[in-house]
């Protein structure tokens, strides 16, 4: 995505903290974050609507300007209206980011739609494209290798995909996936369906079981049988799930490079000893020598 000809791209996912913690708790996460050498940081953003942007906005700002890293800030429209979409991205661009990564959202498992005038991701970047003001930004929209759990099947999947990355998407960043033969399926079915955009795969580390079970529920992520059978078999020893989840992820990494992936993007789950482990095993695969 944002990387030059000889190197694979290499960027983090944060969050900001828990609503009572202060927002500085992640500060040395990313002073920890920044010696690995990432081409961006991106942070999340809660999708209940406007009022959650801000603590992303107060990260994006010191990514951007404190750390001097590059910085996305991902922005679910959901419960946003025009105006109150137009306000992010004012505020990102008024602390100098101008990269977001455009979302939907996730519905509330209550059923309730929230009531933002945006229905789909493709909404949004569209609007953001009509506006003058924001025309130098670059947008990154998510995919999905087993098909977002919304999609009734895989012909729509691709379809709205293809719609959405027309609509003016610079680059698509993946969900979480475990088995990298899901991801080289997905990356055929793209680029047959003319999807070209630079597509940066999506690495989850996983360290304690804890994480599996909030992983599978969100993300519906498959878990290949080697994957579960390791998980399982070490999931009340925490120094050797550390060791394992680093490995896994590693091991993916290097498969994924070996395949010419665009770029490998961390979810560091703010986690900057896991980023550290792996960076120094693949520092060499990710061309950061
Ligand atoms: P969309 O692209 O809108 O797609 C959602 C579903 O609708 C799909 O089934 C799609 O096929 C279908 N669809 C798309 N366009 C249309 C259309 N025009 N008409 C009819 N159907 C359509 N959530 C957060 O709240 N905050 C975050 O910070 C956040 N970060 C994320 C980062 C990444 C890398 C990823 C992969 C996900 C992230 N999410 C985040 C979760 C995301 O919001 C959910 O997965 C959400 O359910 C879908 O978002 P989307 O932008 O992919 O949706």
Redesign the pocket.
């Known amino acids: 995505m944002l990387q030059d000809n000889k190197k694979t791209g290499w960027s983090f ?1 944060i ?1 900001p903290p828990r609503r009572t913690a202060s927002v500085s708790t992640i500060y040395c996460t990313l002073a920890d974050l920044k010696k690995l050498k990432p081409d961006f940081i ?1 942070v ?4 209940g609507g406007a009022s959650q942007g801000g603590q992303t906005v107060e990260i994006v700002n010191a990514v951007k300007n404190h750390y001097e890293m590059n910085a996305v800030a ?1 922005m ?1 429209c959901i419960a946003l209206t025009r105006d109150e979409a137009r306000n992010q991205l004012a505020a990102f661009k008024n602390v100098g980011v101008e990269k977001i ?7 509330p498992a209550d059923g309730n739609v929230p009531h933002g005038e945006f ?5 949004l970047i569209r609007f953001v494209r009509s506006l003058d003001d924001f025309s130098d930004f670059r947008i990154y ?4 290798p087993e ?5 009734p099947d895989w012909e ?2 691709i379809r ?2 293809k ?2 990355v027309d609509s003016g998407v610079d680059g698509l ?3 979480l996936f475990f088995s990298n033969s899901l991801f080289y399926d997905f990356m055929d079915r793209i680029r047959n369906a003319g999807i070209d955009v630079p597509v940066e795969a ?1 690495i989850m580390p996983v360290i304690n079981s804890r994480q599996i079970e909030r992983m599978v529920q969100l993300c519906r992520a498959s878990l290949p049988e080697k994957f579960c059978c390791v998980m399982n078999r070490f999931s009340d020893n925490p120094e050797a799930m550390f060791e394992i989840g680093c490995a896994y992820a590693v091991d993916q990494i290097i498969d994924l490079v070996a395949h010419g992936v665009d770029g490998i ?1 961390l979810y560091t789950m703010n986690n900057p000893a896991v980023a550290t482990r792996i960076f120094e095993s693949v520092r060499a695969v990710i061309g950061r020598n």
């Open positions: 996912e969050f991106s999340t953003y809660g999708a991902h679910p990564l455009a979302l939907r959202g996730d519905l229905s789909h991701a493709d909404d929209a998510a995919c999905y098909k977002h759990p919304d999609s729509s999947d709205y995909l719609q959405k960043i993946t969900q999506g993007h």
